[in-house]
């Protein structure tokens, strides 16, 4: 059974980066046709897709986020990585980390760790 | 691209629940539905408009007419209660997925 987990600091502090990992048991990410991504969860509000990166490190992000997020991958380590820079207020929210595979002919996140809230003050 | 749900649904156990997502052309992406329990991560209950994942009970069913999709939940228990969130997979989009706003259901 695949799992993820989340984890990195819970605070920080305006203009800063953000940085998260995840961590994979169960599979190896260098394996199979699967995408790891970030989601992020705002206090009250929807989920918002920030990014993946492929097995082969190449990756994808969200346009609107595109110009500060940097997804990277420790295959020696069986984790994947986010950087998210320059962050505001606006980027407090819950980052959940989460497997898009397409097993089922289509792409869908599944499974998803338990997510990590992380805020930004001073 | 903009997805609509209601912010909330009330039902009583037993009953029937309907959360209804709102996209323009949604006819032609695949639609997901995510169930997210207080203080959990969500869970994919319906994918590719309406296909279960395995031992998923067949309560959980979802469709398509026009501009809408609907994850409908029969025979609603208390253990449904939850935030219900749409998700479109659209391959020829800069930006493939995008999350609905969610729909808190109540049971009565």
């Known amino acids: 059974q695949v799992q993820l987990q989340e984890s990195g600091p819970g605070l920080v502090k305006p203009s800063q980066t953000l940085s998260l990992t995840c961590t994979v048991s169960g599979a190896s990410i260098r394996e199979g046709d699967y995408y790891w991504s970030w989601i992020r969860q705002v206090p009250g509000k929807g989920l918002e897709w920030i990014g993946y990166?492929?097995?082969?490190?190449?990756?994808y992000y969200n346009p609107s986020l595109k110009s500060r997020v940097v997804i990277s991958l420790d295959t020696s380590k069986n984790h994947f990585s986010l950087n998210l820079t320059s962050v505001t207020a606006a980027d407090t929210a819950v980052y959940f980390c989460?497997?898009?595979?397409?097993?089922?002919?289509?792409?869908?996140?599944?499974?998803w760790g338990q997510g990590t809230l992380v805020t930004v003050s001073s | 691209y903009d997805l609509t749900q209601p912010p909330s649904v009330s039902v009583a156990p037993g009953q029937t629940a309907r959360i209804t997502c709102g996209g323009n052309n949604i006819g032609s992406k695949s639609v997901h539905w995510y169930q997210q329990k207080s203080g959990q991560a969500p869970v994919v209950v319906v994918y590719d408009d309406g296909d279960r994942p395995s031992g998923l009970p067949d309560r959980f069913s979802g469709s398509k007419s026009g501009n809408t999709a609907t994850l409908t939940i029969t025979r609603v228990e208390v253990g449904d209660e939850a935030d219900y969130y749409c998700q479109v997979w659209d391959s020829s989009s800069h930006h493939p997925y995008v999350f609905a706003p969610g729909t808190e259901v109540t049971v009565l």
């Open positions: 989460a497997r898009e595979q397409r097993d089922w002919g289509i792409p869908v996140f599944d499974p």
């Open positions: 990166i492929y097995n082969s490190g190449s990756t």
